[in-house]
């Protein structure tokens, strides 16, 4: 694992192409209305009478300011009374899904994401956490994965210490970038100081997991000033880092048209940040992971990784990938079995959906056995930089070279140009490669031809 990734600039320029980040397969994009609650429901009774463990992820989309990089779902406000009707909206889903399912069905993993989870009161979080450990089997040994994203701008001691209380053990703390030029191009403003005193508060309260999002890619960034932020960072000491490239989406994310696209560095400039901050990382002991993720060598993913039981969803890289995945509030998304559901994305459309007891499922899709395959192989190839023919064959019943003949040809072309490393019995994506495993997975989209490709980001 040494050797994770090897920078290879002509490879790059070649292969650093638009397309999904595969935390799922088929992607959201294939979403269609033609799913709805019917299936959902038929998805939980199986879930139930498998009695399959759980992975719960909460949307909270308020916040008090606005990031001009966001493409999150969110709603801009400094009235805090805005939340009181999303949370009783929110209490009534929990209850529509929970009596479908059966109370031995353990909450392995719960995720607080927004929006900023911190824009509610601590009486507010006390409440929703009531309503979720009573209609669901949430853990009560601190053995649960908990986690919830923290903005240090609206947590202090004591709200860290509410969430050690209510259960949380996990924090992933958005950082971005320290350089003040930076944070006053996209209006997010935060001090070393403040990002600091969230992560010693979750040391000295044992949360045992910190993770730090940052993004390349923004206006002003520079080589030198991002280095420096990398390098705050490592003095942090987190468990995890996430390092997202910046995809200017202006077309689609309306806060991006804020930002001035004459700021932002140039496609030679992201690459030399991409690599600075790898090298950065690895010289301090991080392992690359894959997809933007970098972990200490104890954390649970790079374990996970060692151990080839690391896997992928709608959360990122997990450890509780076999977990049926239930999304609840505002565009949230569900992958239960082989059902992907979504909520409606619209506030007002949510709350009055629910208001009238039914659930606010507007989209999703249901996978089909080729769509299964095709899961089976990303995920491999994602989550391990390899992919045995041989277990593929016996999960699905395929002969894989003769199922996979018409791609043959774009693998060999990746083994030529040193990708990947293509033989009769697997792949392996090469040190060379594992920057663009994406471009890899593309190989095997099914869907790709037919979207526009300029809906994603791209691979690096």
Same mark, same amino acid.
């Given at each position: 694992m040494?050797?994770?990734?090897?920078?290879?600039?002509?490879?790059?320029?070649r292969?650093?192409?638009s397309?999904?980040?595969?935390?799922s397969?088929?992607?959201?994009?294939?979403?269609?209305?033609?799913?709805?609650?019917?299936?959902?429901?038929?998805a939980?009774?199986?879930?139930?009478?498998?009695?399959?463990?759980?992975?719960?992820?909460?949307?909270?989309?308020?916040?008090?300011?606005?990031?001009?990089?966001? #493409?999150? /779902?969110?709603?801009?406000?400094?009235?805090?009374? *805005? %939340?009181?009707?999303?949370?009783? +909206?929110?209490? $009534?889903?929990?209850?529509?899904?929970?009596?479908?399912?059966?109370?031995?069905q353990?909450?392995?993993?719960?995720?607080?994401?927004?929006?900023?989870?911190?824009f509610?009161?601590?009486?507010e979080?006390?409440?929703?956490?009531?309503?979720?450990r009573?209609?669901?089997?949430?853990?009560?040994?601190?053995?649960?994965?908990?986690?919830?994203?923290?903005?240090?701008?609206?947590?202090?001691?004591?709200?860290?210490?509410?969430?050690?209380?209510?259960?949380?053990?996990?924090?992933?703390?958005?950082?971005?970038?320290?350089?003040p030029?930076?944070?006053? #191009?996209? /209006?997010?403003?935060?001090?070393?100081?403040e990002? *600091? %005193?969230?992560?010693?508060?979750? +040391?000295?309260? $044992?949360?045992?997991?910190?993770?730090?999002?940052?993004?390349?890619?923004?206006p002003?960034?520079?080589?030198?000033?991002?280095?420096?932020?990398?390098?705050?960072?490592?003095?942090?000491?987190?468990?995890?880092?996430?390092?997202?490239?910046?995809?200017?989406?202006?077309?689609r994310?309306?806060?991006?048209?804020r930002?001035n696209?004459?700021?932002?560095?140039?496609?030679?400039?992201?690459l030399?940040?991409?690599?600075?901050?790898?090298?950065q990382?690895?010289?301090?002991?991080?392992?690359?992971?894959?997809?933007d993720?970098?972990?200490?060598?104890?954390?649970?993913?790079?374990?996970?990784?060692?151990?080839?039981?690391?896997?992928?969803?709608?959360?990122?890289?997990?450890?509780?990938?076999h977990?049926?995945?239930?999304?609840?509030?505002?565009s949230?998304?569900?992958?239960?079995?082989?059902?992907?559901?979504?909520?409606?994305?619209?506030?007002?459309l949510?709350?009055?959906?629910?208001?009238?007891?039914?659930?606010?499922?507007?989209?999703?899709l249901?996978?089909?056995?080729?769509?299964?395959?095709?899961?089976?192989?990303i995920?491999?190839?994602?989550?391990?930089f390899?992919?045995?023919?041989?277990?593929?064959?016996?999960?699905?019943?395929?002969?894989?070279?003769?199922?996979?003949?018409?791609?043959?040809?774009?693998?060999q072309?990746?083994?030529?140009?040193?990708?990947?490393?293509?033989?009769?019995?697997?792949?392996?994506?090469?040190?060379?490669?594992?920057?663009?495993?994406?471009?890899?997975?593309?190989?095997?989209?099914?869907?790709?031809?037919?979207?526009?490709?300029?809906?994603?980001?791209?691979?690096?």
């Amino acid at each position: 694992m040494l050797d994770a990734i090897r920078w290879d600039t002509d490879l790059i320029r070649r292969y650093d192409l638009s397309g999904p980040r595969y935390t799922s397969y088929p992607t959201a994009v294939q979403f269609t209305s033609q799913v709805g609650t019917f299936d959902l429901f038929h998805a939980l009774r199986d879930s139930r009478k498998a009695l399959r463990p759980l992975s719960l992820y909460v949307h909270v989309p308020f916040c008090a300011n606005i990031c001009y990089y966001c #493409a999150c /779902n969110k709603v801009i406000t400094k009235d805090r009374g *805005r %939340a009181l009707p999303y949370l009783q +909206r929110l209490e $009534q889903e929990i209850q529509l899904i929970a009596c479908h399912l059966d109370p031995a069905q353990k909450v392995e993993q719960l995720h607080f994401g927004g929006g900023t989870p911190t824009f509610l009161s601590h009486d507010e979080l006390r409440q929703l956490m009531a309503q979720l450990r009573k209609h669901f089997n949430l853990l009560d040994d601190d053995s649960g994965d908990y986690g919830i994203e923290i903005d240090p701008r609206e947590a202090d001691w004591s709200t860290m210490g509410l969430l050690r209380e209510l259960g949380f053990n996990r924090v992933s703390i958005g950082l971005q970038d320290l350089d003040p030029a930076v944070q006053r #191009a996209v /209006n997010r403003l935060q001090s070393l100081e403040e990002t *600091r %005193a969230v992560i010693d508060a979750a +040391r000295t309260l $044992q949360f045992r997991s910190i993770n730090i999002d940052l993004i390349y890619g923004l206006p002003r960034q520079t080589p030198e000033n991002f280095a420096r932020t990398v390098d705050e960072v490592i003095a942090l000491q987190p468990d995890r880092l996430s390092v997202f490239n910046y995809a200017h989406l202006p077309e689609r994310f309306m806060p991006q048209r804020r930002i001035n696209t004459a700021e932002l560095p140039t496609p030679a400039q992201k690459l030399e940040m991409l690599q600075g901050t790898i090298e950065q990382l690895t010289k301090a002991g991080y392992r690359y992971i894959g997809m933007d993720h970098f972990a200490l060598p104890d954390d649970e993913l790079a374990i996970a990784q060692e151990e080839s039981t690391l896997q992928r969803n709608f959360q990122g890289y997990t450890t509780h990938g076999h977990c049926d995945l239930i999304g609840l509030g505002v565009s949230a998304i569900s992958q239960i079995g082989d059902l992907y559901c979504q909520n409606t994305s619209d506030l007002n459309l949510y709350q009055n959906t629910l208001a009238s007891a039914q659930l606010a499922t507007n989209r999703g899709l249901l996978c089909n056995a080729d769509d299964r395959l095709r899961r089976a192989v990303i995920q491999q190839l994602i989550c391990h930089f390899s992919l045995e023919f041989a277990g593929i064959e016996q999960a699905f019943n395929i002969d894989f070279r003769g199922y996979f003949a018409e791609l043959w040809p774009q693998l060999q072309a990746m083994a030529k140009d040193g990708l990947i490393e293509l033989d009769s019995e697997r792949i392996t994506v090469l040190p060379a490669g594992r920057l663009l495993v994406r471009s890899v997975c593309m190989v095997f989209d099914a869907y790709l031809e037919q979207q526009n490709r300029q809906r994603f980001s791209r691979v690096i």
